[in-house]
């Protein structure tokens, strides 16, 4: 019966340590459930974190991605633009090249024209000159000497001076239709300047006041009065003196016929 007894109690305090092991089992188990879940939520929260990070740099990644792409977009397009541009610098100055050629060319062409117009045009002159110097020399075989060839007619101009009246007495006492000169067109007008003489001309208004008229009686057509002239000072002065000295060819003026000038003449050429 005893043995019954102890049988009993040591099975019942078998069962007590089973309890209390499979306690600590339970409780070993549990906390290392617990510890297990805590690595498992700090791995989770450090994978959270890495994957967060990378897509961050992804993020990052692209948006540089994208910013170099446009850059290289503008970039190839100023590109582009520099070598269109080149190119049409370039065919620019090939057009310019092309025109400076083109006018070098012409520039030379015109210089040797020149050149040659030049030698033309003192070989012309010389020719000019030898026939101005041949056709003088023949047409002073038909003045009288001291007498001087213009045109058709020969000029003769005195040394000494008397009033207009006696100079037109001497110009037609030397025969040959001679007379006061008659100017009847500006060449005239400058041979007579050119003399570098002031002389008496073959102009008066005596025979009615302010009617200009040349000694053959012919009227006055070309006129190269002087400034403010002809005045007619007091009424009494009715002849024409040609003045030396002006710079241009209007040089008459009138005077009075008593005064003493130089005096022109002039007659038909001779044709013998």
């Given at each position: 019966?005893?043995?019954?007894?102890?049988?009993?109690?040591?099975?019942?305090?078998?069962?007590?340590?089973?309890?209390?092991?499979?306690?600590?089992?339970?409780?070993?188990?549990?906390?290392?459930?617990?510890?297990?879940?805590?690595?498992?939520?700090?791995?989770?929260?450090k994978h959270n974190a890495?994957?967060?990070?990378?897509?961050?740099?992804?993020?990052?990644?692209?948006?540089?991605?994208?910013?170099?792409?446009?850059?290289?977009?503008?970039?190839?397009?100023?590109?582009?633009?520099?070598?269109?541009?080149?190119?049409?610098?370039?065919?620019?100055?090939?057009?310019?090249?092309?025109?400076y050629t083109n006018i070098?060319?012409?520039?030379?062409?015109?210089?040797?024209?020149?050149?040659?117009?030049?030698?033309?045009?003192?070989?012309?002159?010389?020719?000019?000159?030898?026939?101005?110097?041949?056709?003088?020399?023949?047409?002073?075989?038909?003045?009288?000497?001291?007498?001087?060839?213009?045109?058709?007619?020969?000029?003769?101009?005195?040394?000494?001076?008397?009033?207009?009246?006696?100079?037109?007495?001497?110009?037609?006492?030397?025969?040959?239709?001679?007379?006061?000169?008659?100017?009847?067109?500006?060449?005239?007008?400058?041979?007579?300047?050119?003399?570098?003489?002031?002389?008496?001309?073959?102009?008066?208004?005596?025979?009615?006041?302010?009617?200009?008229?040349?000694?053959?009686?012919?009227?006055?057509?070309?006129?190269?009065?002087?400034?403010?002239?002809?005045?007619?000072?007091?009424?009494?002065?009715?002849?024409?003196?040609?003045?030396?000295?002006?710079?241009?060819?209007?040089?008459?003026?009138?005077?009075?016929?008593?005064?003493?000038?130089?005096?022109?003449?002039?007659?038909?050429?001779?044709?013998?």
């Amino acid at each position: 019966m005893f043995f019954i007894g102890t049988l009993a109690g040591c099975e019942a305090a078998s069962e007590g340590r089973q309890v209390r092991s499979g306690n600590a089992a339970a409780v070993g188990l549990g906390l290392l459930c617990f510890i297990l879940l805590a690595v498992i939520v700090g791995l989770s929260i450090k994978h959270n974190a890495e994957i967060q990070q990378i897509q961050n740099s992804y993020t990052n990644i692209t948006l540089e991605r994208d910013q170099l792409q446009t850059s290289y977009t503008n970039i190839t397009l100023e590109r582009d633009q520099l070598q269109t541009s080149y190119t049409n610098i370039t065919l620019e100055r090939d057009q310019l090249q092309t025109s400076y050629t083109n006018i070098t060319l012409e520039r030379d062409q015109l210089q040797t024209s020149y050149t040659n117009i030049t030698l033309e045009r003192d070989q012309l002159q010389t020719s000019y000159d030898n026939l101005t110097l041949e056709r003088d020399g023949l047409q002073n075989i038909f003045c009288p000497p001291g007498w001087k060839k213009f045109m058709s007619s020969c000029y003769y101009i005195s040394i000494n001076m008397q009033t207009w009246d006696q100079s037109r007495m001497d110009c037609r006492g030397k025969g040959r239709g001679a007379d006061l000169v008659i100017i009847n067109s500006r060449e005239e007008q400058e041979f007579i300047k050119r003399q570098g003489k002031g002389v008496w001309i073959g102009l008066t208004d005596a025979e009615e006041e302010g009617v200009w008229k040349w000694v053959d009686g012919s009227p006055l057509t070309t006129r190269f009065w002087m400034a403010g002239e002809p005045n007619s000072f007091a009424r009494a002065e009715d002849c024409v003196f040609s003045k030396v000295g002006t710079f241009t060819l209007q040089t008459w003026l009138d005077m009075p016929c008593c005064a003493e000038n130089i005096w022109i003449c002039e007659a038909t050429l001779s044709s013998s």
